[in-house]
């Protein structure tokens, strides 16, 4: 298999000739574990402007990437939101590369009456994200928002969003049979999936949550599943169903 | 929420008022951590017998569990089992766990031309496996097979069985119309869902899956997924579809 050049989410513009820095994490690992050389070739990407090639320029210890070409231009689609209670520090981690992985635009970090976890390193939630998105061949890396309570977040609900939430108890359709029924009304929207923490959603939240016009409970089958695990499973189905999962990934030996 | 008494996995027979001993990580865990008293309610699985309610009863520090009320009787439902390449330790944790979790039925580690990891730890991926069952109101534990190559597992492939493999390359149809389409023609087989590790399946094992009658090439869409990740969006996928998803989780507070 032919080895593809490292991508690296770097923050300033990408425009042709544009001679960018590095941080010291991303030095270190071009130089002493890739060991690569000046001229080597990387890829760029920011987020806003799509995907660069460039390559290497080493001045003494100092390492910059001179942006050459646009590899891929920026795409429009994003997937959904994912609004999770915060978790321990192990199964937060999961559950930030596997939802980069699979597409999540925006992480929601949100306190509900049964969250025991009262503090959590968002900057280590966000480093394990940009570097799945790296890994991952996304051209953007997941927003992360400060945590905030349920009720707050749903006073601010954005328009035109449907909030699917994984439900434990209580009447809920199975999960593929709600996304195709909204795949068949074939409606433009955008969408958040919530997960509660574990033990789920308190009696008082599921009565809130019911009680919206633009939620849906959901079942994700027989099995009591940790949070981060059904987190994963509903952005699977989401993107199977309503996603992107059409496409194919670069075929980056075929270039 | 009403506390559903603690579910503990073990090897022996399940009859009415028979005495079950208890390894020493069960004793350590009711005694220590849950700090139960003689007659505090359990329950108990085996993978055969169903689920039993049982009491604590304690004799110095020899503590046992007397049999008493068959709960719920064993299913005759079972996942799909999952082919995969060893991987690092915390991935292959991550991967035990959730697969349990998602139904699986056996796990069939795999080695491949890609495969660098050549040694785990199974009982350790087993005792992950066992924790997972009990904490998901599963009423069995996967199976784990001993490491066995590639072609090996394939000359002796099981009758029915269908090979679901993720295909990061060439064509593969997504893996929503992949798995519909079975449902559509409603045949009852067997299923086992592939990945491969990083790096994915070669050129070679690729020609060798596709000349298979048995084999699915399927698409887990345009991001590359991590092995793990891909073994746990294809489980999510084939449960909420071929699965045992339209079941709901027991209503202990109804009870």
Same mark, same amino acid.
């Given at each position: ?60 210890? *100092? !390492? ?7 590899? @891929?231009? +920026? ?6 939101? $994912? %609004? #999770? =209670? ?56 997941? *927003? !992360? ?7 707050? @977040?749903? +006073? ?6 449907? $909030? %699917? #939430? =994984? ?56 099995? *009591? ?31």
């Amino acid at each position: 298999m032919t080895k593809s050049p490292p991508r690296l989410f770097v923050n300033c513009s990408l425009t042709p000739d544009s001679l960018i820095s590095l941080q010291n994490s991303q030095i270190h690992y071009l130089k002493n574990v890739l060991r690569l050389q000046p001229g080597a070739l990387v890829s760029l990407f920011n987020g806003r402007d799509g995907e660069w090639s460039g390559s290497l320029a080493m001045d003494l210890n *100092l !390492i910059s990437v001179k942006v050459e070409k646009l590899q @891929r231009p +920026q795409p429009d689609s994003s997937g959904p939101g $994912l %609004l #999770f =209670a915060p978790i321990k520090k192990g199964p937060m981690e999961v559950l930030s590369q596997k939802a980069t992985e699979l597409g999540v635009s925006i992480l929601l970090p949100t306190i509900t009456d049964f969250t025991d976890v009262t503090r959590s390193n968002y900057d280590r939630v966000r480093a394990i994200a940009v570097e799945a998105a790296e890994q991952c061949d996304r051209l953007n890396v997941p *927003l !992360i928002e400060p945590p905030k309570k349920l009720i707050e @977040r749903l +006073q601010v609900w954005p328009e035109n969003t449907k $909030l %699917l #939430f =994984a439900a434990e108890s209580g009447l809920a359709k199975p999960i593929d049979a709600a996304l195709r029924d909204v795949k068949d009304k074939n409606i433009l929207m955008d969408w958040v999936l919530a997960v509660g923490p574990a033990g789920g959603f308190s009696p008082a939240e599921h009565e809130m949550l019911r009680g919206l016009s633009y939620a849906i409970p959901v079942g994700l089958g027989p099995r *009591l599943l940790k949070a981060e695990t059904a987190a994963i499973a509903a952005l699977s189905c989401w993107q199977s169903i309503l996603g992107d999962w059409e496409n194919r990934p670069i075929d980056r030996n075929g270039e």
